[in-house]
């Protein structure tokens, strides 16, 4: 089992930015994928972005430019950088990994973002 937690989330005006960290724990486990998602009201929830082990990133075309992920290895550690929030980016932001042998999926509880002045 690996339990996700997220923390960042909040209230910020338009145009502000947010850091979004999730941290991985379990026993034994080997994260390949670590990703960030989104679910606003009324839509599904969609891939922000993501980031292999090595090191290799696949952004949404909506998040170019704006979103940055990072990740830390060696703390089971996924970041999202987020800058120039507009209002559609009010959401619940969700970790996801996936792990390398099993290809098993784990999400977190998520943190919500709300963007308004």
């Known amino acids: 089992q690996v339990q996700l937690v997220e923390s960042g989330g909040g209230l910020v005006q338009p145009g502000g930015s947010l850091r979004l960290s999730c941290v991985a724990s379990?026993?034994?486990?080997?994260?390949?994928?670590m990703g960030w998602y989104r679910q606003g009201p009324g839509h599904l929830r969609e891939l922000v972005a993501s980031?292999?082990?090595?090191?290799?990133?696949n952004y949404a075309d909506s998040a170019k430019g704006r979103f940055t992920i990072s990740r830390a290895n060696t703390k089971n550690t996924v970041t999202q950088q987020i800058s120039s929030l507009k209002p559609e980016g009010t959401a619940g932001y969700y970790c996801?990994?996936?792990?390398?042998?099993?290809?098993?999926?784990?999400w977190g509880q998520g943190t919500q973002v709300s963007v308004s002045s």
């Open positions: 996801k990994v996936e792990l390398m042998d099993s290809g098993r999926d784990y």
């Open positions: 379990g026993n034994r486990f080997d994260i390949y994928v």
């Open positions: 980031i292999t082990k090595g090191g290799t990133t």
